[in-house]
């Protein structure tokens, strides 16, 4: 993607941990090795302590980054024939004093948020975007066993459509004075939740066109100068803002704590339902599953998950909507459950073909990617090392990667099945290599 400057070493993790914020106080700041509009903090500076009890002088934001996640996906259709669609997930992150800022604040308002969950006897239930819950392998583990140990059952996974873009801002606002016990939001409150909500950005691809990708910004994504004259001074300018009464951005540290206070009231309602009815709930950010009574009547279920979602101004991917049902702890309908990147038939725990179908496609065209700028370079075709790519997309190296993610969900859930699905990965990745290789300095 054009004008990411994030670093490589965290390009798949699906815990989402940039997200989590610190418990304490003073706070410490992560590591953020990312280009934006400051410069990072130096160490002298990544440790400082906040004061949220009163706002002398508001904070103020820098335009936040934005770049667009673009991930293609095949999916049937009615006739069995693969369609190609593309997912777009729009991401905004913050300066460096901005995400400290955040963070810092993240760890005040998160205090109030989990003596919530633990008043209101919901903690076990909201399991994303929170420190010490594990990653989706560990929470996807979680559901599988308890229907291995309910035996009967039926298992329903819903999905949030667009759940960050559609998050209405008086709700949130409301939500939040709800959990300070205050009739409005001041002060610090009242800062983050009007720069969360009436957020600004710049799109790196407008910054690549305007200025260029070669910059030579000095650690900065842009120069001080070009950003008041190109960014801030231009006529019409690459600042754009959300105007409308919805949507916050994801991926600054307040995102995910917000989007959980957001839906404080429907998980609440949703697990009393569920408890009268016998089953479960659990949330993982717009994740749902509810585990209920063999007997149980999906539509009716999910009816009623659509509506309560609707009070709040959201709306359930019907087409994502999945059930599963189980006797004696075995599949007894014709598809597997799956729920956080896995899939489960009763005996079997599994990663999603379509997984490894998104792996095996970023990383040949990640391998193009290379073959082109070599070629480029008149890189002769015999002197191209294998080194870093092997490292990104196969067990060698130390960085995270598909594969290393692969064998720690194996680990976990006990699946030597997981192993059997990535055995033959270095054989994928050369056969990658050799028919990049061909097609780009074959190439007239």
Not at 81 to 97: D, N, S, V, Y
Not at 111 to 125: F, M, N, R, T, V
Request: one cysteine or more.
């Amino acid at each position: 993607m054009s004008g990411f400057y994030l670093p490589a070493d965290d390009e798949f993790d699906p815990s989402l941990d940039d997200f989590v914020p610190s418990y304490i106080l003073p706070v410490e700041s992560k590591i953020r090795n990312y280009k934006h509009f400051d410069l990072p903090l130096p160490k002298s500076a990544l440790i400082q302590t906040f004061d949220f009890s009163s706002e002398h002088t508001p904070h103020r934001f820098l335009p936040l980054l934005g770049f667009t996640d673009r991930n293609r996906k095949f999916s049937p259709d009615i006739k069995g024939k693969k369609l190609q669609t593309f997912k777009e997930r729009p991401i905004r992150f913050a300066g460096h004093k901005d995400a400290f800022y955040l963070q810092a604040y993240a760890s005040h308002l998160n205090e109030y948020y989990e003596q919530a969950l633990l008043k209101d006897g919901i903690s076990k239930s909201v399991i994303a975007y929170r420190k010490g819950g594990g990653t989706n392998i560990h929470h996807a583990k979680t559901l599988f066993d308890e229907i291995k140990k309910r035996g009967d059952c039926t298992v329903i996974a819903m999905d949030i459509s667009g759940f960050f873009d559609n998050i209405d801002h008086e709700i949130l606002r409301d939500e939040i004075a709800k959990l300070l016990n205050r009739p409005n939001l001041i002060g610090h409150h009242a800062t983050v939740w009007k720069n969360m909500t009436r957020y600004s950005w710049v799109e790196t691809e407008d910054l690549d066109h305007i200025l260029g990708r070669n910059r030579h910004a000095r650690g900065r994504i842009c120069s001080e100068a070009d950003f008041r004259n190109h960014v801030r001074g231009r006529r019409g300018g690459l600042i754009q803002s959300n105007t409308q009464p919805f949507g916050i951005p994801q991926g600054t540290p307040v995102s995910g704590l917000y989007a959980n206070i957001y839906l404080r009231t429907f998980d609440h309602t949703i697990i009393e339902l569920c408890k009268h009815c016998g089953g479960s709930y659990r949330r993982y950010s717009d994740d749902i599953a509810v585990v209920l009574p063999l007997g149980a009547k999906v539509p009716h279920v999910v009816s009623i998950v659509g509506k309560l979602l609707a009070d709040v101004r959201l709306t359930l991917s019907v087409h994502k909507t999945e059930s599963a049902r189980f006797r004696n702890g075995k599949l007894i309908t014709s598809y597997p459950i799956q729920y956080l990147g896995f899939t489960f038939d009763g005996h079997n725990i599994l990663i999603r073909p379509s997984s490894i179908a998104a792996y095996l496609r970023k990383m040949r065209r990640g391998i193009h990617a290379k073959m082109v700028a070599a070629k480029m370079q008149n890189i002769p075709r015999t002197q191209i090392f294998k080194r870093e790519s092997l490292s990104r997309y196969t067990h060698l190296g130390k960085r995270r990667n598909f594969i290393s993610y692969a064998h720690k969900a194996a680990h976990i859930m006990n699946s030597p099945e997981i192993k059997k699905q990535i055995r033959k990965h270095k054989t994928w990745f050369n056969r990658a290599w050799n028919k990049e290789l061909e097609i780009v300095f074959n190439k007239k």
